[in-house]
């Protein structure tokens, strides 16, 4: 088990940007891929964007690329998720992910540790 802790959620204006933060508890933080995933009222836990254990590799949601940027610091143990120009249907709490595979979960079951999660609300 990976203890996560995300923090940089907050309260912003449409089109507006924030950075999302993930600090990660282990020194073996580079044998994990990341990922964030969020979860809006009602709505089921869905991927946003991940990132293999190197960085090399990047995926997000169809509905996020452009928008989004994943990235981490393995010397940190800390993965980031740059997010711009948001909306109001961004607004969710936000969850960052770990899994002991090379490339970053996609779905919930590949997930090995969650964080407590961080709110974001875009407000329009």
């Known amino acids: 088990q990976v203890q996560l802790v995300e923090s940089g959620g907050g309260l912003v204006q449409a089109g507006g940007s924030l950075r999302l933060s993930c600090a990660a508890s282990v020194r073996t933080f580079s044998t994990y891929s990341m990922a964030w995933f969020r979860q809006a009222p009602g709505e089921e836990r869905e991927f946003v964007a991940g990132i293999s254990r190197s960085g090399g590799t990047t995926v997000y949601a169809d509905s996020e690329k452009g928008r989004l940027t994943i990235s981490r610091d393995n010397a940190n143990y800390t993965v980031y998720l740059q997010m711009n120009s948001l909306k109001p249907e961004d607004t969710a709490v936000y969850y960052c992910?770990?899994?002991?595979?090379?490339?970053?979960?996609?779905?919930?079951?590949?997930?090995?540790?969650w964080g407590q999660g961080t709110q974001v609300t875009v407000s329009s």
């Open positions: 992910a770990a899994s002991p595979t090379y490339y970053p979960p996609r779905g919930i079951v590949d997930v090995g540790s």
